[in-house]
């Protein structure tokens, strides 16, 4: 049976009730929906809820969902939350339809976070720290750290009501995940797909290793921007000085005038860049010109100056000439330019660089409009985009700069100088000397720093080992294409350029917590070995079983025999990146790897959901491997969301700025936190918090609607002894209802109403689920809950869940229920449970809560099926919910009008007139005129095209006015104010006429005395509020039915509890419509008989300014007295 809610919604008390039943052994063992469910057999780190519902679902459709593996970083806030409960809120949807859903929670393990944090822990500065302290040591810790920060994640997420297999998570550094990563690795050495080769890789010098690009932060500030001048070659200034005028040639003299923010580069600059299209201009200094830079030094550079055109004015603006100062002898193409030599200006400060003379080169990548001169310094061994160009000019990249960001002995006088701090001030002091510092200025940008320990990065060529994703490019567009991405625009705009722009894959990193890379180096012949699992390994090996932790240092301590020559091969020291990690978690997470065939039946993975800072990580990732071992993606669908933002900014632990989910539990409940978040749209866009939380309070706010509207249903259902209904048997006959004024067809008609609102949201809710919209099928059900449900339906049906006597029939009724009251259970209890199961995925304590209460046949309401509109039997009537709309929309002009009468709704009013030519209000109102009265609480409603009672008179405009009549003015606009709109008029004021004209008024409409007006968008209402004694006395006594009701709620009384009531009033009106309405009095407030004497609780009220006093006691006490 029903269960009777708390008067208010404790979220508390709530998810602790959830939680107690999700635990408690003894439903599930009792229920039938699982008949072999064995409580005893639960995992500890789930419940027997989940299990259940597991089981359940167990014979359905496969539904492989794919967890991305968060760091195990320890204590989330909310925005790392809000992914997780995304994922919980999918899942248990799937669930409730039918499906078997695969739902195994990942932690990606290995990596720098761990890293940086256990250095911290011990003060570590460098990679030596560790070395020194040893590095088994060190991976054992890190081991310890992430098993201890996993526990801590796994309790925080459960704790939030997310439901995964905790009992099983999936974690990088396990050995059996860490074969797959090795299979995945050696598949692709087979296939060709990974080179060793040397490549500009972003190196964090204080982690002393490469570093993600997708990984990167970014900090701005404003640094010492540099103009480097480099002089053409003497050859080069000779030969252009005895060229014909007009003569074109690839040959010419004077200074290139290049533009740097990271001067220290300069020592590795092997040719400068131009665009070949593009126009540059050759300036001359006038002999004598002041150069007013900044430091004072004298930085006029050897004529012509080269500088693109579009520039010129304002790069001799920054080096402090004056526009007299310099003229543009020519213009020239850049073309013409390439392939002049320049003498290097540091060249001689250097041990051994291998470009002393570099030369002019054409790049794409020269922007002519944008800061700088138009022309580029390039160094291959410092800049991507340098050493691709560098590789087509075949120059062996130059950059003497190791791990820690220091210039190595090759750097000559700079060597053990840092880029970032003494080295970079060396190398403008030396440019400087050697003439070639041309000036600097003050810029402002970003630049690019480790995630972990917020060092600047340095751009350096080392050898790495490389995916060659370049390869797959054409693949893996194409795989792309066939996936289907929540935002649509996000795969074919955002993720497609990813793809398009993506370089080949730098996988190796110097440190000592990963996946180890699996090659070993033949230290004789240099051929490389691969392995592909712990297995082959400890075949080569020659272990008696394979190792049971593969990870640094025991793995690095393995010597194999070279296949080729015999020699001793030993492992490269690198670990993997950890995004190779987690790009393997479509076969890892099944316990699969990627190189066996044939795939497993689960794979791809049918949805994963992740942030949008995922195009450029995970996303990527997991494509290029896809493609490259499986012939396509490893995933079907795509969910991209976006940032948790806390007043308006970003979230982030180290600068402090979060929430904590125990902190906004404390105050509102998990449920509010979750419904908060999932509300917000998730295609790719941001959630916001503000620091008040008063989003989350809003969303509890309509929690407590949803809570008080099944309390109602239940306080009565209860008291009746009526057991809800899932589904209706069929549609209401409501023949004959229309027009009807009685309350039970009005009734039927509103109960066919709400079932067909009903059809229409389980319709939208479950359509926004398939469209990965689940923030749509929440706000569907709260709004029809709130608006539709308790605003209207609700305070419609009070008196009918109140009334007594009749027959009540049937096996779910009882008591004095009678039939209209049934019908009206009947659709409640088919509203509720349907509405309690869409609320389930979103607030799923509050809605096992609600189900329990409304009697549900599981043992869960997550083990149900998702609603239905056909099984449930919900009518589709859209023509009754076009004219419903209609009425409330009428019906809301009407409370409007009743607002500026100052009457209140339980106060009938004698008519309400609705003007209005639109043909479905008016069928609406012809159809359902009995209903709509009794709604709004009229004696009579009229339709009509027109308002006749309406009055056209004269409104003065004394801006026109003021000046036509002068002194005047104030008595004549009060003369005429208010008149009939005739005109012309004549006013006469002390003697003096004035004729007023229609530019000294306007005319408005003005409607009768007693009549307010109230418009809606298609019409206008008008309601007549003359109050006679008849309506009056009606209007006394529903204030009285309130104040008694008052005293019942007071005393606590059961529904059905009837009393005995004591009105005393000296006011004669007041004493009649006691007199006149006692039956209606009787009923609304179960009096059993009316005492001639006053109680012993009696409260005195004010009612239209008359003194009523009234006291009840009920009847039970009464005769045990």
Known sequence: MPEKLPDHY?????????????????????????????????????????????????????????????????????????????????????????????????????????????????????????????????????????????????????????????????????????????????????????????????????????????????????????????????????????????ETANRVGGTLATWTTTPWTVVGNQFVAVDREAEYAAVTVADGAADRSDDGEDHTPASPLYVASERVEAVMDALGFDSDDWTVDRTLPGAELVGATYDHPLADRLSDHPTPRGEVAGADYVDTAGDGTGLVHSAPGFGHEDFERGRDLDLPPYGPVDLDGRFTDAAGEFAGAHVHGEGREAVLDALTEAGALLGTERYRHEYPQCPRCDTDVVYRAAEQWLVRTTDLKSDLLDAAEETTWYPAEA????FRNTVESAPDWNVSRQRYWGSPLPVWVCTDCGRDVVVGSRAELAERAGLDEPLEDPHRPAVDELTLDCPDCGGAARRVADVLDVWFDSAVASWASLDESPG???????????????????????????????????????????????????????????????????????????DALRAHLLGHE???????????????????DRLDVVWNVVRFAT??????????????????????????????????????????????????????FERRAPNEAL???????????????????????????????????????????????????????????????????????LYGALDGAEPTVHATDWPDADTLGLPADPDLLADVDALRAVEGAVATARQRLGRKGRWPVAEVVVETSDPEVRDALATYRGLFAERVNAESVRVVDAYAE????????????????????????????????????SVTVDGTDYDVTAEHVDVVERTPEAVASGDFERGTVHVDGTLTAKLRRRGLARDVVRRAQELRADLALDVDERVRLWVDTDDEPLRRAVEEHEATLREAVRVETFLAAPPADTREWTVDGATLELGLEPVAAATLE
Request: aromatic share 8%.
């Open 10 to 246: 404790d979220p508390t008390a709530v998810e602790q009730h959830a939680n107690d039943r999700w635990t408690d052994p003894e439903p599930y063992a009792e229920a039938d929906g699982v008949p072999d469910f064995d409580p005893d057999a639960t995992p500890e780190e789930t419940s027997h809820a989940y299990e259940y519902a597991v089981r359940a679902r167990e014979d359905g459709e496969p539904f492989y969902f794919l967890d991305g593996p968060p760091f195990t970083s320890g204590r989330m806030h909310v925005g790392n939350a809000w992914g997780k409960l995304l994922k919980d809120c999918l899942l248990r949807y799937h669930r409730m339809q039918g499906r078997a859903v695969r739902a195994r929670p990942g932690y990606d393990t290995h990596g720098l976070p761990v890293e940086v944090n256990l250095e911290q822990r011990h003060g570590f500065d460098a990679k030596q720290d560790v070395e020194q302290y040893g590095v088994d040591r060190f991976t054992a810790e890190c081991r310890e750290y992430v098993a201890e920060q996993a526990g801590v994640m796994t309790e925080e997420f459960r704790d939030l009501g997310v439901w995964m297999d905790w009992d099983d998570p999936y974690l990088t550094m396990d050995p059996k995940y860490v074969d797959a990563v090795w299979d995945a690795f050696a598949t692709l050495y087979e296939e060709g797909l990974l080179e060793r080769g040397e490549r500009v890789v972003n190196t964090c010098p204080r982690c002393e290793t490469a570093v993600s690009d997708s990984r990167l932060k970014y900090e701005e500030r404003t640094v010492d921007a540099a103009y480097v001048g480099f002089p053409l070659h003497e050859a080069d200034r000779r030969e252009a000085s005895e060229r014909a005028s007009g």
């Open 491 to 494: 795969r074919d705009g955002r």
């Open 596 to 670: 066996e065939t044939p795939r497993p039946d689960a794979w791809p993975a049918d949805l994963v959901v992740e942030g949008n800072d995922q195009t450029r990580g995970w996303f990527l990732m997991q494509l290029v491997l896809g493609v490259a071992l499986g012939g396509r993606a490893p995933y079907e669908e795509v969910l991209m969301h976006g940032w948790a933002l806390l007043d308006g900014e970003p979230m982030s632990k180290s600068r402090g700025h979060v929430v904590r989910p125990p902190d906004v539990v404390a105050e509102h409940g998990r």
């Open 950 to 985: 309406r009055e056209r008179v004269l409104n003065p405009d004394m801006s026109a006015l003021g000046p036509a009549v002068g002194a005047d003015a104030e008595r004549v606009a009060e003369a005429v104010a208010g008149r009939p709109a005739d005109l012309p008029l």
């Open 715 to 768: 306080l009565f259902m209860a008291e009746d002894g009526y057991r809800p209904t899932l589904a209706l048997a069929g549609d209401a006959d409501l023949d004959g209802a229309a027009g009807s004024a009685g309350e039970s067809r009005n009734g039927q008609v509103l109960d066919r109403w709400l079932l067909a609102r009903l059809h229409e949201v389980v319709e939208e809710a479950t359509a926004a």
């Open 779 to 849: 706000d569907a059900t709260l709004e029809f809950l709130v608006e539709d449900v308790s605003r209207f339906y609700v305070q419609a049906v009070r008196d009918r869940v109140w009334a007594t006597g009749g027959e009540a029939g049937g096996d779910t009724a009882g008591g004095d229920a009678t039939a209209d009251k049934l019908a009206a259970y009947d659709t409640l209890g088919t509203v509720l449970h349907a509405c309690v199961r869409l609320l389930a995925p979103f607030v799923p304590h509050l809605s096992e809560r």
């Open 682 to 700: 998730q295609h790719g866009q941001d959630v916001s918090l503000t620091s008040d939380l008063q989003g989350v309070e809003t969303v509890r």
